[in-house]
Nanobody
């Protein structure tokens, strides 16, 4: 069973930055893709950014330019740098990992952006 532990959430003013990290453990298989999703109150969970094992990144158009995903393969850790944050970025951010064609999720970390 893969465990994902997110950290780095918190309260930030609009225009500020936050960095999230997610460490994966508990698997003897290679971790394929990793990514970040978010879910705001009353909304569906949406993709923020994803990165393959080879380092190829993917962002929805709405996320391009302010969010940067990176990954440390040796530490099974994925990061999300968030800049120029807006109140509408307020959400619970979830880490995702794909292992052996299965999806695993962290418990989420809350990011609150005040206006």
């Amino acid at each position: 069973q893969v465990q994902l532990v997110e950290s780095g959430g918190g309260l930030v003013q609009a225009g500020g930055s936050l960095s999230l990290s997610c460490a994966a453990s508990g698997t003897r298989f290679s971790i394929d893709g990793m990514g970040w999703y978010r879910q705001a109150p009353g909304k569906q969970r949406e993709l923020v950014a994803a990165v393959t094992r080879l380092g190829r990144t993917r962002y929805p158009d709405s996320m391009k330019g302010r969010f940067t995903i990176s990954r440390d393969i040796t530490r099974n850790t994925v990061y999300l740098q968030m800049n120029s944050l807006r109140p509408e970025d307020t959400a619970v951010y979830y880490c995702n990992a794909q292992v052996d064609r299965m999806d695993f999720w962290g418990k989420g970390t809350l990011v609150t952006v005040s206006s």
